[in-house]
């Protein structure tokens, strides 16, 4: 098995997504058992696998449809589905949140997720194999994972304690992964 081959579905670039897909799993995993920092933690093993893939792919030229579409799988697991469960379990865990106010914030961040899932799919629609363009239109899924995270930090340093608010924040964040927000490529 030649790792540096393009056609190998199992080149060193989509074994490093692949690592980041298991890297999303396992997190979610802690979240649901409450250890949010190993989830978060994963979270970040996730991330650096997300930039190293595509660098990987770049380098030695293994850029394929079949990566672009693994990656934005991994995406989606990773930036999207994972940080609105560590939101929701972290909010449930550290407000009291009434019925309302917990229904309406699982509402807002299915709202999120498809948000996310629709920018993914929109980005590989416009994407050529290995083009990087010099700006995003919106905000890439691992900013909004990034600005989701932030918000948990928020709310279990106590600084932020309404579940109101963590909705609308979500909601804006949404909001912006489809956007016309110009946001410079690393």
């Not at 080149?11 to 980041?20: F, H, M, P, S, W």
């Not at 469960?85 to 550290?94: I, N, Q, T």
């Not at 909601?171 to 992964?177: D, E, F, N, P």
């Amino acid at each position: 098995m030649n790792l540096f081959d393009k056609d190998n579905r199992f080149n060193i670039a989509n074994l490093v997504t692949y690592v980041n897909v298991a890297a999303g799993v396992m997190a979610i995993y802690f979240i649901v058992k409450g250890d949010f920092f190993t989830a978060i933690v994963l979270a970040w093993i996730a991330g650096a696998c997300d930039i190293l893939d595509g660098k990987l792919a770049r380098k030695y030229k293994l850029s394929t449809e079949f990566g672009i579409q693994l990656d934005s799988f991994a995406d989606f697991l990773s930036f999207v589905v994972m940080p609105a469960f560590l939101l929701f379990y972290a909010v449930k865990h550290y407000l009291m949140l009434g019925s309302v106010e917990e229904i309406l914030l699982g509402i807002t961040l299915i709202v999120y997720i498809i948000s996310g899932l629709r920018r993914l799919v929109e980005f590989n629609l416009k994407v050529d194999v290995g083009e990087v363009e010099k700006y995003f239109e919106g905000v890439p899924t691992p900013l909004g994972a990034i600005l989701l995270w932030v918000l948990y930090l928020l709310v279990a340093y106590g600084m932020l304690q309404s579940g109101y608010i963590v909705l609308v924040f979500v909601a804006v964040i949404a909001w912006s992964l489809n956007s016309k927000l110009k946001i410079p490529h690393p």
